[in-house]
């Protein structure tokens, strides 16, 4: 019997903003991995650094974005990687980022963007990554999220 190792390397974060428009998702055009395609931030966890932690350094590392408030999205991205013939599990966090934040995109992204719910569903390339979406809306913006997800960073 064969066993597909199941991975969890790397987090995903969903950044929100309130505009005047209503709750915005910022999508990041990629360069390299997925080229073209319109993703969340995503990132490799570093040795010695909790999740929450990555999601933190890749948010500041990929926009230049400091955060308002991160939560866990109570929720993990998961698809199958066939060149690894493994199961990847992405734990999802959920970033506040203000009205007025500059992006300042790395190496990784050409483009930005800020946009509705129902246009990000439109323009991610994966289920996984609408199912994030649509759940992340429901729970962080249709209604309050739960305050036992907020994570306090320490100092």
């Known amino acids: 019997m064969q066993e ?11 950044v929100i903003r309130h505009g005047e428009a209503g709750a915005e998702v910022l999508l990041l055009r990629r360069t390299r ?6 993703c ?14 990555a999601a933190l350094r890749e948010t500041r590392e990929e926009t230049g974005l400091a955060l308002q408030r991160l939560y866990s999205a109570d929720i ?3 698809f199958y990687e066939a060149d690894r013939d493994a199961i990847s599990l992405l734990p999802v966090f959920v970033g506040f980022a203000p009205p007025d934040a500059a992006v300042r995109l790395n190496p990784e992204h050409s483009e930005f963007r800020w946009v509705g719910f129902d246009e990000a569903i439109e323009m991610v390339p994966f289920a996984g990554q609408r199912h994030v979406l649509r759940h992340v809306q429901r729970e962080f ?13 320490r100092s």
């Open 40 to 53: 969340q931030i995503a990132g490799a966890i570093e040795p010695g650094e909790t999740a929450w932690q």
């Open 141 to 153: 913006i249709d209604r309050e999220p739960s305050r036992w997800l907020l994570i306090h960073p």
């Open 76 to 78: 993990c991205e998961q």
């Open 33 to 38: 991995s997925l080229a073209g395609e319109w």
């Open 4 to 14: 597909i190792p199941i991975r969890s390397f790397a987090v995903s974060v969903v």
